[in-house]
């Protein structure tokens, strides 16, 4: 190597790095319709399968022949649970879901066969002639029916690492939190107030639906193109059920339409793979619409009883709860959410003493599992509800009353946790209510023209302007960022830096699912800042690298990121100990501690540029894997719930603004403001559009968003067209008020962002139409007919 320049200018900082609003690199081609996802995969001689599906929520299998099926021109295979070649079940937590119904059928939708066929249609057609015979039976659908006397045991046989410590086979988890003398909490108490609240089922309703592309290999093993929110966990339960070593199963990561908890679980991953295995041919399986809804997990509804206690000063005493999560079916990460529900069961408040019992249950009911705010967003809806009417009760304004009982950065959580980084729970909330409100009456010009579109169920021109009436409404809640009780959560990087085309330029690559969070975009701005480069190549996820965990929980930022952050420091530190070794005597400044990457160039802490990246690196690329971990977490005790459980804690505050026509029932949002502390903006334009998101999520369960069950647990609106979500329409205006206080424990003090919006904005939104209508509203989501009484 060459002598290296001396000393001789200032260091320019790397555009695009840590902090900057970078544009997103699929952003225009999502939005003009190029980008690929995992339902355009394709292959010249490709299958298509197809799954069939019980219409029944619970039934035993009397018969099933699949002859007319396979006798149909252009079926090339047809399995059933007989076919299986090896493991037969699979599972995030427990292995309790067959990969085909055998003797039983436990849910509405539950895959019964499959197909593959050299054309969609032929496949569906094919899939209608399979004849099952079904013996129905009476369907559990709820605590009592499950937990009774007479209650059929879904699960017989149970050996997971829940089942000893379960009040009854039908409870997948119960999860107690136990802190403090209640009993002398509730002798200080002047103010009670006790009430039962409810949340319906939601939908992750992403707009990509399931799909991947199944590829069998020359050594046997299988390539699987998928969308999915956790490459590695998919390997390690897809292994099993293909009867194949886990480097025989490789997964690459496709195009991601959405996902929000509902790709976590397996979908039509070992179907595809069988169909290939069997056939030869590569199968493309993409679910239609109405299969997504039997084909994924939804939000657990739930059953919620709350007690509060306060005395005269608005100091809040003791909070008791019982919270029933319906789990359906099988166990997904129920046991995971029920942790979540019982720790974060109080929200950001203190009580002297909290007793808070949460369990899912085992039901015919649809299966539940991960969703943006996983457990805690069904607390939230309840402890803020009960937060107002304990306010009322006291003549207190509600944001003074959560105020003065708002936790801090030093309080204990009801698990026993200290919690040790910010937590600026009366400050978001001071921040939402000082903001300016909207105007009233918006339309309704100065001469008393009306613009029915700014009205209630407006556009329809359902009413110009008679019974509406204004409300506001505040929340605030507390969430969980990464693994929790003692997971191993880790993430791998892999990155390179070398010479290309006369410049340095960095590949980073992980295995994390960028499913629309814009993690691809952080990734490439952390090895800017890190590595003092311009260009930077993100490679495909896949399984050729170790596992980057699942893009839930708001960990991925923290995790990956905290990876790539992790990977490209030992990056600098090889790249400057080569300088070193090549040049060390050439300039005194190679000595000095805290050198550092930036614009291309090897500079000193002062920015004096030492030497040019290109010319250290020469001909000879430096690559490194790393992990990262955050700290250690501990489970929760079985019996008092206490435990160092989470790592890091979130929080975001909302004010609601509402109009009601309270002839009709319609609601519109006028305005949703949010403030939440998210410790490190690491791209402050990707964190507003994860805030104004999650808003917008916690909306729709507000007063729209429910999958109806009927009481044979049938799914009876599995459409867009009967299953509402907000459009442009029905969004309001979303400002955001950005904290950022550092936490010392996480890669550049950051906090993880996505859920916590999804919690308050349910609660704010109705407070708000109770603050308009006077009505109780201990349901969600609110209908018309709750408002109206009709």
């Given at each position: 190597?060459?002598?290296?320049?001396?000393?001789?200018?200032?260091?320019?900082?790397?555009?695009?790095?840590?902090?900057?609003?970078?544009?997103?690199?699929?952003?225009?081609?999502?939005?003009?319709?190029?980008?690929?996802?995992?339902?355009?995969?394709?292959?010249?001689?490709?299958?298509?399968?197809?799954?069939?599906?019980?219409?029944?929520?619970?039934?035993?299998?009397?018969?099933?022949?699949?002859?007319a099926a396979l006798a149909t021109p252009g079926v090339h295979a047809v399995l059933t649970y007989d076919d299986l070649p090896a493991a037969t079940h699979y599972g995030l937590e427990?292995?309790?879901?067959?990969?085909?119904?055998?003797?039983?059928?436990?849910?509405?939708?539950?895959?019964?066969?499959?197909?593959?066929?050299?054309?969609?249609?032929?496949?569906?057609?094919?899939?209608?002639?399979?004849?099952?015979?079904?013996?129905?039976?009476?369907?559990?659908?709820?605590?009592?029916?499950?937990?009774?006397?007479?209650?059929?045991?879904?699960?017989?046989?149970?050996?997971?690492?829940?089942?000893?410590?379960?009040?009854?086979?039908?409870?997948?988890?119960?999860?107690?939190?136990?802190?403090?003398?209640?009993?002398?909490?509730?002798?200080?108490?002047?103010?009670?107030?006790?009430?039962?609240?409810?949340?319906?089922?939601?939908?992750?309703?992403?707009?990509?639906?399931?799909?991947?592309?199944?590829?069998?290999?020359?050594?046997?093993?299988?390539?699987?193109?998928?969308?999915?929110?956790?490459?590695?966990?998919?390997?390690?339960?897809?292994?099993?059920?293909?009867?194949?070593?886990?480097?025989?199963?490789?997964?690459?990561?496709?195009?991601?339409?959405?996902?929000?908890?509902?790709?976590?679980?397996?979908?039509?991953?070992?179907?595809?793979?069988?169909?290939?295995?069997?056939?030869?041919?590569?199968?493309?399986?993409?679910?239609?619409?109405?299969?997504?809804?039997?084909?994924?997990?939804?939000?657990?509804?739930?059953?919620?009883?709350?007690?509060?206690?306060?005395?005269?000063?608005?100091?809040?005493?003791?909070?008791?709860?019982?919270?029933?999560?319906?789990?359906?079916?099988?166990?997904?990460?129920?046991?995971?959410?029920?942790?979540?529900?019982?720790?974060?069961?109080?929200?950001?408040?203190?009580?002297?003493?909290?007793?808070?019992?949460?369990?899912?249950?085992?039901?015919?009911?649809?299966?539940?599992?991960?969703?943006?705010?996983?457990?805690?967003?069904?607390?939230?809806?309840?402890?803020?509800?009960?937060?107002?009417?304990?306010?009322?009760?006291?003549?207190?304004?509600?944001?003074?009353?959560?105020?003065?009982?708002?936790?801090?950065?030093?309080?204990?959580?009801?698990?026993?946790?200290?919690?040790?980084?910010?937590?600026?729970?009366?400050?978001?909330?001071?921040?939402?209510?000082?903001?300016?409100?909207?105007?009233?009456?918006?339309?309704?010009?100065?001469?008393?023209?009306?613009?029915?579109?700014?009205?209630?169920?407006?556009?329809?021109?359902?009413?110009?302007?008679?019974?509406?009436?204004?409300?506001?409404?505040?929340?605030?809640?507390?969430?969980?960022?990464?693994?929790?009780?003692?997971?191993?959560?880790?993430?791998?990087?892999?990155?390179?830096?070398?010479?290309?085309?006369?410049?340095?330029?960095?590949?980073?690559?992980?295995?994390?699912?960028?499913?629309?969070?814009?993690?691809?975009?952080?990734?490439?701005?952390?090895?800017?800042?890190?590595?003092?480069?311009?260009?930077?190549?993100?490679?495909?996820?896949?399984?050729?690298?170790?596992?980057?965990?699942?893009?839930?929980?708001?960990?991925?930022?923290?995790?990956?990121?905290g990876a790539v952050k992790h990977t490209c420091e030992a990056v600098r530190e090889e790249v400057i100990r080569r300088g070193r070794e090549a040049y060390g005597a050439s300039h005194?400044?190679?000595?000095?501690?805290?050198?550092?990457?930036?614009?291309?160039?090897?500079?000193?802490?002062?920015?004096?540029?030492?030497?040019?990246?290109?010319?250290?690196?020469?001909?000879?690329?430096?690559?490194?894997?790393?992990?990262?971990?955050?700290?250690?977490?501990?489970?929760?005790?079985?019996?008092?719930?206490?435990?160092?459980?989470?790592?890091?804690?979130?929080?975001?505050?909302?004010?609601?603004?509402?109009?009601?026509?309270?002839?009709?029932?319609?609601?519109?949002?006028?305005?949703?403001?949010?403030?939440?502390?998210?410790?490190?903006?690491?791209?402050?334009?990707?964190?507003?559009?994860?805030?104004?998101?999650?808003?917008?999520?916690?909306?729709?369960?507000?007063?729209?968003?429910?999958?109806?069950?009927?009481?044979?647990?049938?799914?009876?609106?599995?459409?867009?067209?009967?299953?509402?979500?907000?459009?442009?329409?029905?969004?309001?205006?979303?400002?955001?008020?950005?904290?950022?206080?550092?936490?010392?424990?996480?890669?550049?003090?950051?906090?993880?962002?996505?859920?916590?919006?999804?919690?308050?904005?349910?609660?704010?939104?109705?407070?708000?139409?109770?603050?308009?209508?006077?009505?109780?509203?201990?349901?969600?989501?609110?209908?018309?007919?709750?408002?109206?009484?009709?």
């Amino acid at each position: 190597m060459g002598r290296a320049p001396a000393v001789i200018t200032q260091g320019s900082r790397t555009p695009g790095g840590v902090g900057e609003s970078t544009p997103r690199p699929d952003g225009i081609l999502k939005v003009t319709g190029e980008f690929a996802y995992s339902s355009d995969l394709w292959h010249e001689d490709m299958l298509w399968g197809h799954t069939l599906r019980s219409p029944h929520a619970h039934a035993e299998i009397v018969s099933l022949d699949v002859t007319a099926a396979l006798a149909t021109p252009g079926v090339h295979a047809v399995l059933t649970y007989d076919d299986l070649p090896a493991a037969t079940h699979y599972g995030l937590e427990i292995r309790d879901q067959p990969v085909l119904a055998k003797d039983r059928v436990r849910y509405h939708g539950e895959p019964v066969a499959v197909v593959a066929a050299d054309h969609p249609e032929t496949a569906r057609r094919a899939a209608a002639r399979i004849a099952v015979v079904y013996a129905e039976l009476p369907p559990v659908t709820d605590e009592a029916s499950a937990t009774g006397p007479d209650a059929p045991v879904l699960h017989p046989g149970r050996t997971d690492r829940h089942a000893a410590h379960a009040p009854h086979p039908n409870v997948v988890h119960r999860q107690p939190v136990r802190r403090g003398d209640l009993a002398a909490a509730r002798a200080r108490a002047d103010v009670v107030v006790r009430r039962d609240y409810e949340v319906g089922m939601q939908d992750q309703a992403f707009l990509g639906p399931e799909s991947g592309l199944a590829v069998p290999a020359e050594d046997g093993g299988v390539d699987l193109y998928i969308a999915t929110q956790w490459l590695h966990v998919d390997q390690d339960q897809l292994a099993p059920v293909l009867g194949l070593p886990k480097d025989k199963v490789r997964l690459t990561l496709s195009g991601v339409g959405g996902a929000f908890g509902a790709r976590e679980d397996l979908s039509m991953q070992a179907h595809a793979c069988l169909l290939a295995l069997r056939t030869g041919r590569p199968v493309k399986i993409v679910y239609n619409r109405y299969e997504s809804f039997f084909g994924h997990v939804h939000r657990h509804p739930a059953r919620l009883a709350y007690e509060h206690g306060a005395s005269r000063d608005g100091t809040l005493q003791y909070v008791q709860a019982r919270i029933v999560l319906d789990g359906g079916a099988y166990a997904s990460s129920s046991s995971a959410v029920v942790g979540n529900a019982a720790s974060l069961g109080v929200g950001p408040y203190e009580a002297a003493a909290v007793d808070v019992e949460a369990l899912a249950l085992y039901t015919n009911n649809p299966p539940c599992g991960a969703m943006r705010g996983f457990g805690a967003v069904q607390a939230c809806f309840a402890y803020e509800a009960q937060m107002d009417a304990v306010a009322a009760e006291l003549g207190l304004d509600p944001v003074e009353f959560r105020q003065r009982n708002a936790m801090s950065q030093g309080s204990v959580m009801p698990t026993g946790q200290r919690v040790d980084a910010p937590a600026p729970v009366a400050e978001l909330l001071r921040r939402v209510k000082e903001r300016p409100l909207p105007p009233e009456r918006p339309w309704a010009d100065a001469g008393g023209a009306v613009d029915v579109r700014e009205l209630p169920g407006g556009l329809s021109n359902t009413t110009h302007g008679e019974g509406v009436v204004r409300g506001v409404g505040y929340a605030v809640g507390i969430k969980n960022v990464g693994f929790s009780e003692g997971f191993d959560d880790y993430s791998t990087a892999r990155v390179r830096l070398e010479v290309a085309g006369g410049e340095p330029v960095a590949t980073v690559h992980t295995a994390m699912a960028e499913v629309g969070q814009g993690g691809v975009t952080v990734h490439a701005q952390i090895a800017r800042t890190e590595l003092g480069v311009t260009q930077v190549v993100i490679a495909p996820a896949d399984t050729r690298v170790g596992s980057a965990g699942s893009t839930s929980a708001s960990r991925q930022t923290y995790m990956t990121g905290g990876a790539v952050k992790h990977t490209c420091e030992a990056v600098r530190e090889e790249v400057i100990r080569r300088g070193r070794e090549a040049y060390g005597a050439s300039h005194p400044a190679w000595s000095q501690d805290g050198l550092r990457l930036e614009g291309g160039k090897i500079v000193t802490r002062a920015g004096e540029v030492v030497a040019d990246l290109a010319a250290v690196l020469g001909a000879e690329a430096v690559e490194v894997v790393r992990e990262f971990r955050h700290r250690p977490t501990e489970p929760f005790d079985l019996v008092t719930g206490q435990g160092f459980g989470h790592v890091q804690y979130s929080f975001c505050a909302h004010r609601a603004v509402v109009d009601v026509d309270t002839e009709l029932g319609l609601v519109k949002v006028i305005e949703l403001a949010a403030a939440q502390d998210v410790g490190k903006a690491l791209n402050p334009l990707s964190v507003v559009g994860q805030i104004q998101g999650g808003t917008v999520q916690g909306l729709g369960l507000a007063v729209m968003e429910e999958i109806v069950v009927s009481d044979r647990a049938r799914v009876r609106n599995p459409s867009f067209t009967d299953y509402l979500i907000p459009t442009i329409l029905d969004t309001p205006a979303i400002p955001v008020d950005v904290l950022e206080l550092a936490d010392d424990h996480a890669p550049y003090g950051l906090r993880g962002v996505g859920e916590a919006p999804t919690l308050s904005s349910t609660p704010a939104v109705v407070a708000a139409i109770r603050a308009a209508t006077g009505l109780a509203l201990r349901r969600v989501p609110v209908r018309p007919e709750h408002l109206t009484g009709t």
